[in-house]
C-alpha cells in the first residue's frame, strides 16, 4: 500500500464528515440518527481510505467493514469503562456505547452501496491518483 491522494474521495470524505456532524450535533433521535448516520460512516471511512491510499475498491471495502464490526462488537463489552471514557461524550459518539445488530446491517448496506457505485461508475481499476 501507498500514500496515494486522490481528489474526489477526500472532497467526497469532507462533504459526509459535515453530514455526520450535523446528524450528531442537531438530530438526537430516530432513524437518521442512529441508522442513517452509521449508513453513511462506513462510506465516509471508504472514502478518507481511497482518498489517502493506494489500496483497491474491495480491499478498501474489507477495511473499513472490518472497523466498523470490530468497533460494534467491542461495544459488547465494557472497553469505555475499560479507559475511563465511560463519561465521555466524544468517546460515545464515535465509538457508540451499546451493541446493535441493526447496525451491522447498516454498515452492510453502506459497503454494498459503494461497491454497486464503483462498480457502475468503473472505478474498479481506476488509476486517478497523484503519488506522493
Known sequence: MKLEFN???LVLAHSL?????????????GFIR????DYLVVILLYAIIRGCSSLSVRASAFVVLFIAYGIE???LTSF????NLQDS??????????FQFGDL?????GITTVLLIEHYN???????????
Open 7 to 9: 481528489k474526489n474521495y
Open 17 to 29: 464528515f459535515l453530514i455526520e456532524l450535523a446528524i450528531a450535533f442537531i438530530i438526537k433521535t
Open 34 to 37: 442512529y441508522t442513517f448516520g
Open 73 to 75: 462488537f467491542l461495544q
Open 80 to 83: 469505555l469503562t475499560y479507559f
Open 89 to 98: 461524550f466524544t468517546a460515545k459518539l464515535i465509538f457508540g456505547s451499546t
Open 105 to 109: 446491517v447498516a454498515y452492510t448496506l
Open 122 to 132: 468503473g472505478n474498479y481499476k481506476n488509476t486517478n491518483t497523484v503519488k506522493v
